[in-house]
């Protein structure tokens, strides 16, 4: 079966499984494999793909943070921190009183990260190592859950929600910075990557007690939107 097919079929079990109620994780991955390249290149050619100019949320980084709505002294989970990248521009946001988690579902870029941001200076940020069904983080303690070009990692993205949902202080909100995926619109790369489009992330989301607050545009391939933890 073709990935485009593959994506198709897991985007209409996840809609089964939504409009049957499903309150728990599904078992079924949506997206199985889709985070192994990150095990197959090295980290610094990551580091290299991730920050540079060209690439549409580096570029447009510092709206991205003020979109959030980040302030000093706040706590901020940065799910799927890959690199780095927005987890050192919320540690300067959040300041010293400040916290950021750095999570991310492999090993070996927390590992990187982490002893890159050390060296750099960056004394508030945690790195976290999470499974594809779980932020590992206390209940409660995060103000903001970011996720930027992330969501389609997901393999169980209700557990994830879940997860966030849990992590998040009440009136807590989740960033979600995502490709655009419109069929006849979107880059080919984009059709084929990304399972879901925007009605169907804002679906899932407020499936799991997630409500809707903004949706921004000022980027051409991504959306931007916010939700509240209800």
Partial sequence: MKTGARMKQAGLVLLMALAAGTAVAQEQSVAP????????????SWAESFHKEGREVFDKRNEIVAFSQVKAGMTVADIGAGTGLFSRLFSNAVGANGKVFAVDVTQSFVDNTMANVKKEGFANIEGVVNSPKDVPVPAGSVDIAFLSDVYHHFEYPLAMLQAMHKALKPGGTLTVIEFDRIEGVSSPRILEHVRQDKATLVKEAESQGFKLIEDKRFMKQNYALRFAKQ
């Fill in 33 to 44: 494999g889709i985070n192994q390249p990150f095990l197959d290149r090295p980290f610094e």
